[in-house]
T-cell receptor
């Protein structure tokens, strides 16, 4: 257990609405990541953070923004959700001493 | 760029059969290699890892050896159980590259009695 929670765990929303997903960690790790999982693609990196207010884009960042105002929370926002953003979203932290990422339980988002 | 290629699934085996899931990679630097497992309805769990050539990662009866000469990291288990049914992901990260993971597409394993 890496002390990662994600909320909500499930969400159904409509096209054009804003959506924010939250990732919370209890272990004070510096690096946090957001991935999306889609059939045939594995997991793809959306954004990541290397500290408070320090974030960078990943492979599939278009249509997403992130914020990290506290070490323990990393927020992923879909400013105007589209059906192509229907996916399962995973947050991860990196335990630096092990140079390894550990994943949260995921959020299943459906955009109608 | 960096990429990971896994064998297509699903792979269906009988209990106690031998398992091999192939994984090959291309990398621009010096990768660390990982296998993650995802049980139905759950998140990803780290299964094993290897950080340099010829290292062998092992956990829960699974093994994988980092083969630099063939750019491979195949997952093996000598005797699978029904409880091993899951999706297995091979992944890499480049040392010093912000530690971003690049994943394969996943291989579903089904083990039947």
């Amino acid at each position: 257990d890496a002390g990662i929670t994600q909320s909500p765990r499930h969400k159904v929303t409509e096209t054009g609405t804003p959506v924010t997903l939250r990732c919370h960690q209890t272990e004070n790790h510096r690096y946090m990541y957001w991935y999306r999982q889609d059939p045939g693609h594995g997991l793809r990196l959306i954004h990541y953070s290397y500290g408070v207010k320090d974030t960078d884009k990943g492979e599939v960042s278009d249509g997403y923004s992130v914020s990290r105002s506290k070490t323990e929370d990393f927020l992923l926002t879909l400013e105007s959700a589209t059906s192509s953003q229907t996916s399962v979203y995973f947050c991860a932290i990196e335990r630096e001493i092990a140079d390894t990422q550990y994943f949260g339980p995921g959020t299943r988002l459906t955009v109608l | 760029g960096d990429s990971v290629t896994q064998m297509e699934g699903p792979v269906t085996l009988s209990e106690e059969a031998c398992l091999t899931i192939n994984c090959t990679y291309t990398a621009t630097g010096y990768p660390s290699l990982f296998w993650y497992v995802q049980y139905p309805g759950e998140g990803l769990q780290l299964l094993l890892k290897a950080t340099k050539a010829d290292d062998k990662g092992s956990n829960k009866g699974f093994e994988a050896t980092y083969r630099k000469e063939t750019t491979s990291f195949h997952l093996e288990k000598g005797s699978v159980q029904v409880s091993d049914s899951a999706v297995y992901f091979c992944a890499l990260t480049i040392t010093g590259g912000g530690n971003k993971l690049t994943f394969g597409t996943g291989t579903q394993l089904k083990v039947e009695l």
